[in-house]
């Protein structure tokens, strides 16, 4: 008990930390954004821009601070601890009610494709001449789409699974 105990505390730190670094590149990127017009990381939070903006971005001085060091190797860092440590914290707590639930830990791997791949498609876009068609921008949305609804998906069921591992701890002591 005490062993499992550890593991949580430890599991929760590690998400905690994930988050406190998703939140430190978050304002690196704010201030870098801040010296340009454009808003900070639009292609990545928002679904209100089209390819002409895009390509605005992509001829702009900006487009080398957004690929390096803002989505290579800022923002995989960031999304390797994020689907990394839910990940694991998901498989260990719920592994601890049921194995059968131990397959939501796949939630945060579908996050860390999903933005992976938005960012290389992103970082590719972003190179000139900007020679890609329109339609790639619905590529693109469709892949912040899915990063969202996952990375969302993926903080419920941790947090549900951290609250299930905190109800059966009691539980366990009495048995």
Do not use: H
Not at 4 to 18: E, K, P, R, T, W
Not at 22 to 49: I, M
Not at 115 to 142: F, H, R, S, T, Y
């Amino acid at each position: 008990m005490v062993r499992s105990v550890g593991i949580s505390i430890g599991l929760l730190l590690a998400v905690i930390a994930a988050f406190g670094l998703f939140w430190l590149v978050g304002n690196y990127a704010e201030a870098r954004f801040a010296e340009s017009s454009f808003k900070s990381r639009f292609p990545e939070k928002t679904f209100r821009y089209d390819a002409d903006k895009l390509r605005s971005l992509a001829s702009s001085s900006m487009r080398k601070t957004y690929i390096v060091p803002v989505l290579f190797p800022l923002d995989l860092i960031v999304m390797l601890a994020l689907a990394g440590s839910m990940g694991v914290a998901i498989w260990y707590w719920l592994g601890q009610a049921s194995p059968a639930w131990t397959w939501l830990a796949l939630i945060p791997l579908i996050y860390l494709i999903s933005d992976l791949a938005e960012d290389c498609l992103l970082a590719w876009m972003l190179q000139p001449p900007n020679a890609w068609p329109d339609a790639m921008i619905g590529v693109l949305k469709a892949l912040t789409a899915i990063k969202l609804a996952s990375i969302l998906a993926s903080v419920v069921v941790t947090a549900s699974a951290l609250l299930l591992w905190l109800y059966r701890v009691p539980y366990a002591r009495i048995n």
